[in-house]
């Protein structure tokens, strides 16, 4: 079943060009699907159009069944679509717990158990409840963000670069995280420049270049194909 139609969307930034131009991807319910290619390709715009936080030019955006192409991101929010930005997407003066607390702003009277269940989630969420967010290692912070994420209880998760920065281990450690979630049955959307490692726990991956769809396919055919890896996996 399809949860998320994109199809044939156009968007840019501003008065200036196209960045998208007609770029489609689907999200099957329980699948992980990640988008690479090269830099400037329009990845992360396209996870931000999803998000809505980059308006719809042409095309459509259908979640759930239902068209959401006109709904701003706190509409897009309502409707089960949580995104978890690359960067500044923790409060770091704020501690743990708050960074938690605030990202059930929906549904304020479950904030507190959900929170519960996020410690059970991530231990070490519950180790750091009291430390300040900019205290944690890149690799802990990438958890509190995506943990902050599930704190509106979404339908589905958009994660950009989510392991950007980080060491090699840090990076496999969130890797496993996210495919813990997915068993679960938690739909991911992401960007990653780690494209082997991304495509390899991917049920599909899409390529995107130039703002257009240039490939698409199971995730670790794509990983492994000859005309792909060179050029966008290094090699
Ligand atoms: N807020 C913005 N205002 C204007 N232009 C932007 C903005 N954000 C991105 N762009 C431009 O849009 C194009 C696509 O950027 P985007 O971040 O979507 O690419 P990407 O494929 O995710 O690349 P990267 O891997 O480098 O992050 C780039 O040329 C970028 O400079």
């Known amino acids: 079943m399809t949860i998320l139609d994109v199809a044939k969307v156009v968007a840019g930034y501003g008065a200036a060009e196209e960045i998208?131009?007609?770029?489609?991807?689907?999200?099957?319910?329980?699948?992980?699907v990640t988008i690479i290619g090269p830099n400037g390709a329009g990845k992360s715009t396209l996870l931000k159009l999803v998000a809505g936080l980059v308006p719809v030019r042409r095309g459509t955006v259908q979640f759930g069944g239902r068209d959401v192409t006109g709904l701003d991101a706190l509409g897009r929010s309502a409707t089960g679509i949580s995104f978890v930005p690359q960067e500044r997407n923790?409060?770091?003066?704020?501690?743990?717990?708050?960074?938690?607390?605030?990202?059930a702003y929906h549904d304020r009277a479950k904030a507190?158990?959900?929170r519960e269940t996020m410690y059970e989630r991530y231990p070490l969420l519950a180790e750091k409840r009291k430390a300040l967010a900019r205290t944690l290692s890149g690799g802990q912070r990438q958890i509190l963000a995506m943990a902050m994420g599930l704190m509106s209880a979404p339908k589905m998760l958009l994660l950009d670069e989510p392991t950007a920065g980080?060491?090699?281990k840090a990076a496999d450690a969130l890797f496993d995280a996210i495919t813990?979630?997915?068993r679960e049955g938690m739909p991911i959307l992401m960007v990653e420049q780690h494209a082997v490692e991304?495509?390899?726990?991917?049920t599909r991956g899409y390529v995107l270049v130039t703002g257009r769809n240039a490939a698409n396919g199971p995730g670790p055919a794509l990983a492994a194909d000859p005309e792909i890896r060179p050029l966008f996996l290094g090699g």
């Open 20 to 32: 998208l131009k007609e770029a489609s991807i689907t999200v099957d319910a329980g699948e992980i």
């Open 90 to 103: 923790v409060f770091g003066t704020l501690t743990v717990a708050d960074n938690l607390l605030i990202s």
């Open 112 to 114: 507190v158990s959900r």
């Open 166 to 168: 980080l060491s090699p």
């Open 180 to 182: 813990a979630l997915n």
């Open 198 to 202: 991304a495509l390899e726990i991917s």
